[in-house]
Structures are given as structure tokens and as C-alpha cells.
């Protein structure tokens, strides 16, 4: 009599759909992926839906909030008028030091003053300048000393700071 009940239940439920079929349960799985790069691109890469999935606006801002900080992929050093970068990753996501090119074109005069948030301050003395180097795109946001530094005869900038606004 179980048997029977057993069958009845069955044939009256409706067919459960593949767990792997649902949206959401797949944005959850992925929410949870760890934030280094090489696993949103796999997860990519497994078909067009979840290609889709993991590129979505929505799953990435979730994806942000949940891990609230980007990883630390290393970081900069500058000593002695040259820079070293040291990746934090294991092998085999480790990224080669020679992967980036440490100083822009015609940037030999420059003084490294700061480097937060990925991007470097350099002083250009000569051309009395700043210079906000993102050394990822090579992009050089270059900013020109301030009127008063020229009326206050300042010559030499000792110190400075990369702020960045938040992206939310």
C-alpha cells in the first residue's frame, strides 16, 4: 500500500526541474565564487546562459557588495628611482613582474610620491606638474601645480596623496 501511495504521489507531482536550470540558484552559486580573477571567466565559459549570468549588471554589483573589496593582486615598491612589482596571487593566477611596464614613457625625471587604489602620483618638477598614472591602461591624468606654488616660489613637493571617489 506505501508502494502505491509512493506512485500516486509521483505521477500526480509535477516534474522537478534540473537544479542547474535555475537562474537564481546559479547567481547564488556564483555570488560565491571567490573574487579572483580567473573564476567569473570559467564560470564564463561553461555556456552562453552563464556567460550571460556572470556578466549581468546586476549579478557584478552583487557580486561587489558580497565581496565588498576588490582582491590584492600586489603591489608596487619604489626605492632607489626604481619600481618592483610583487604579485600576492599563488601560482598559477601569480603575475609576472615583467607583465607590467613599471614607468611611462619619458618619465625618468619624475618622483614617485604615492601609489593607492592602482594608480601611482608622480611630481614632474621640471614641467611643474602632477601626474596620476593608472600603469593597468597607461592612462596619465596630468595636473599642473597650482598658481600659488609658482607665486610661493615652492619648488620641491615632498609628499602627496592618490584620493579616489567611491563608486557607489
Known amino acids: 500500500m506505501s508502494h502505491r501511495n509512493r506512485r500516486q504521489l509521483s505521477s500526480s507531482s509535477p ?14 552559486i556564483m555570488l560565491r565564487l571567490p573574487p579572483q580573477p580567473p573564476y ?50 599563488d601560482p598559477p593566477y601569480r603575475i609576472p613582474p615583467e607583465r607590467f611596464s613599471l614607468r611611462p614613457s619619458g618619465s625618468e625625471q619624475w618622483t614617485c ?31 599642473p601645480y597650482p598658481l600659488q606654488f609658482h607665486e610661493s616660489r615652492i619648488v620641491l613637493i615632498q609628499s602627496g596623496a592618490v584620493l579616489c571617489a567611491s563608486l557607489d
Open 113 to 143: 610620491l604615492d601609489c593607492r587604489h592602482g594608480f601611482l602620483l608622480f611630481d614632474d618638477w621640471i614641467s611643474s606638474q602632477v601626474i596620476v598614472w593608472d600603469p593597468i591602461t597607461d592612462d596619465l591624468h596630468i595636473v
Open 15 to 28: 516534474e522537478l526541474a534540473h537544479p542547474l536550470d535555475d537562474d537564481d540558484l546559479i547567481h547564488e
Open 40 to 89: 567569473l571567466l570559467r564560470v564564463s565559459i561553461v555556456s552562453k546562459r552563464w556567460r550571460h549570468l556572470a556578466t549581468d549588471r546586476k549579478f557584478l554589483h552583487d557580486f561587489r557588495i558580497h565581496h565588498w573589496k576588490p582582491p590584492l593582486l600586489g603591489d608596487f615598491s619604489y626605492q632607489r628611482g626604481k619600481f618592483s612589482f610583487r604579485s600576492y596571487l
